[in-house]
């Protein structure tokens, strides 16, 4: 069976994904090992009728007349942020109108998801559904480990906004049904610091005068959380044809400014969940991070504010602008049924609960921001860097983690380091 004999390059080739934003909040690398231990210690659940909570939510939001059985995978309870709970009142609104409609809903360490479905779907295996972000939507559509949703999604994604569609595709076809769109910001605890730094040397003053206690999410895993300072030094990740150009100027001085802001007090954590929990101890005020965490962060910092990422000396930081989305089981036995389920989960009235209760930038053009936070994490998806779907981006995120953590925890040299990174990355690509 060719998917089976792909199983071993499936795992490792996921594990070149090695930083990327979680759906569910942390940033971690997935693990490299070819076996996941999740299935057998995350919490699997149903969500029948007589245990579901109550739906605050009209009918109409989850069309009714789906029936059959649903086995979904998330990662919603990593990181800081409230997206569990949004999921469970969505799954039982959307139950409650499809009464006939049993979902099975199991919880993988998002440092597990990818590696995990991939080696199961390589073998027939996994659930019908998981959600997650774009991280790695092209590797799974050149791999066939997710489905070809073009026919399936035909005509049933008006009122989708256009980047959250485009960020559905690869090649032109859709893989991936959108839920929302993220990019990350500074969070900041606005009664310790009255003015986020607008600027990267003022950031560097405040870190080093003790106004700003500034943290970050560092080492290898922190390859997407800090992707966006590369713009702001006047760095580039490839050129037109896919090859790597990030040693051709900017990237290297981005993470030499990272390390002046470490020697000037900045804390950089090699585990994002140290990272959430010091800001929300009140330890350090300012980070970067996505607006997964809003509801999290919210609910023990009540001064919480966003700002965008300072901009640098050559401009705007761009961060990294992705799309999560649910993703389908080419092996479910019934495409229909998980399609019609994934655009029940993510329909207007359903999403406004991820808007309201978890912070999401929405992928509906009629849901509506209303919180100041989640609008200001909007403005950073929309001047973002759309994540490409092209296949030499598998091979950024390994690479530039390394790079990163080289620079930030042994002190090597920002440039070599960078140089050697890129080169790696081109040869992988065979560029």
């Not at 039982?92 to 998002?110: I, R, S, Y």
């Not at 999403?351 to 200001?376: L, R, W, Y």
């Not at 995120?397 to 925890?409: D, I, K």
Request: hydrophobic share 45%; with cysteine.
């Amino acid at each position: 069976m060719k998917k089976q004999i792909r199983l071993a390059a499936l795992v490792a080739g996921v594990a070149i994904i090695a930083a990327a934003c979680s759906s569910g909040g942390a940033t971690t690398a997935p693990s490299t090992g070819a076996g996941s231990t999740a299935a057998s210690t995350a919490p699997e659940s149903t969500a029948p009728e007589s245990t579901a909570p109550e739906s605050t939510a009209p009918e109409s939001q989850a069309p009714a007349g789906m029936a059959g059985e649903l086995t979904i995978w998330h990662a919603y309870s990593s990181g800081a942020g409230t997206e569990l709970a949004a999921l469970t009142e969505v799954l039982a609104n959307v139950q409650g109108a499809n009464p006939d409609l049993k979902v099975t809903v199991l919880e993988v360490p998002f440092a597990d998801l990818f590696n995990k479905y991939n080696a199961d779907a390589a073998t027939g295996a996994g659930p019908d559904l998981f959600i997650a972000p774009n991280d790695s939507l092209g590797f799974q559509a050149r791999e066939t480990v997710i489905s070809d949703l073009d026919a399936a999604l035909a005509g049933k994604l008006d009122g989708k906004t256009e980047t959250a569609v485009n960020g559905s595709k690869v090649d032109g076809k859709l893989f991936m049904v959108p839920e929302s769109l993220k990019a990350v910001a500074l969070f900041y605890d606005s009664a310790s610091l009255a003015t986020p730094p607008a600027t990267t040397d003022a950031l560097l003053a405040g870190v080093t005068d003790g106004t700003i206690k500034a943290g970050f999410f560092g080492s290898k895993d922190g390859a997407y959380h800090n992707f966006g300072w590369w713009a702001a030094f006047g760095g580039k990740l490839m050129d037109d044809a896919g090859k790597c150009i990030a040693d051709q100027g900017g990237v290297a001085d981005s993470l030499k400014y990272l390390t002046d802001l470490q020697k000037a007090g900045a804390k950089f954590y090699p585990a994002y969940d140290d990272m959430a929990n010091a800001f929300k101890a009140g330890e350090i005020n300012l980070i970067v991070d996505g607006p997964w965490a809003t509801g999290g962060y919210k609910e023990v910092v009540p001064a919480l504010a966003s700002a965008p990422m300072p901009t640098g000396p050559s401009g705007p930081a761009q961060p990294l602008a992705g799309v999560d989305g649910w993703y389908i089981n080419p092996s479910t036995a019934d495409v229909d049924l998980a399609v019609n389920f994934a655009l029940a989960m993510t329909d207007v009235d359903n999403e406004q609960i991820f808007v309201d209760k978890a912070g999401h930038i929405p992928a509906n053009s009629a849901n509506t921001i209303t919180d100041p936070i989640t609008k200001g994490f909007a403005d950073a998806v929309a001047t973002g860097f759309p994540r490409p779907q092209v296949k030499q981006l598998d091979n950024f995120w390994g690479n530039f983690g390394n790079a990163l953590q080289l620079v930030l925890e042994s002190g090597e040299d920002p440039v070599k380091a960078v140089a050697d990174a890129c080169a790696a990355m081109n040869t992988a690509n065979g560029l």
